[in-house]
């Protein structure tokens, strides 16, 4: 009894042992996280650039500042 036991456990654990990475098609789910990853920096950083713009003229008009004095 116990070694039918023991023989059961190693198949469990070998299992366990051979599993293969998660892929999607030919590419690696790595590479996939990576490219979300640097598309969201990317749109972030662009996000966060040009939305100064937008804001600085609702910002001087209502600070009541001239275009030289919202340069300086």
């Known amino acids: 009894m116990p070694n039918g036991i023991n023989q059961q456990d190693s198949q469990v654990q070998g299992n366990q042992d051979n599993t293969a990475p998660l892929r999607l098609g030919k590419l690696h789910y790595a590479w996939i996280v990576a490219a979300t990853g640097s598309v969201a920096m990317f749109c972030g950083l662009g996000l966060g650039r040009f939305a100064f713009g937008m804001l ?17």
């Open 56 to 72: 600085l003229p609702s910002m001087s008009s209502s600070l009541g500042l001239s275009y030289t004095k919202v340069a300086y």
